[in-house]
């Protein structure tokens, strides 16, 4: 099976790691992509993206072009070469004050 590539949209810490908002990795699955932009950006970055159990972190907000997906079916969701995947972190704000 030849593998695809895909464009992924970084935001906030992910971006910082990377240094540039996004980046086209290859794979045979989104969630291959995925651990291949890891890989690419390092431990520090798998550790914030995915799971003990391999997955990616429910916490995130996962969108293949404009479609939300769930996270858990990174490894099925059927993609097209080209496709974008936002790979969204969760955003913390509000007051430090208690």
Known sequence: MKKRRVNIQ???????????????????????CVEVLCAQLG????DLVIQANGLVR???QVCLN??????????????EDGDTLHLM???AGGSDAI
């Open 10 to 32: 970084l935001y906030t810490r992910l971006k910082e790691i990377a240094g540039r908002g996004s980046v086209t990795v290859e794979g045979d699955n989104l969630q291959d």
């Open 43 to 46: 431990a520090n970055s798998r």
């Open 58 to 60: 429910a916490s995130f």
């Open 66 to 79: 404009t479609e939300m997906i769930d996270p858990k079916k990174l490894a099925t969701t059927p993609f």
């Open 89 to 91: 972190p969760p955003i």
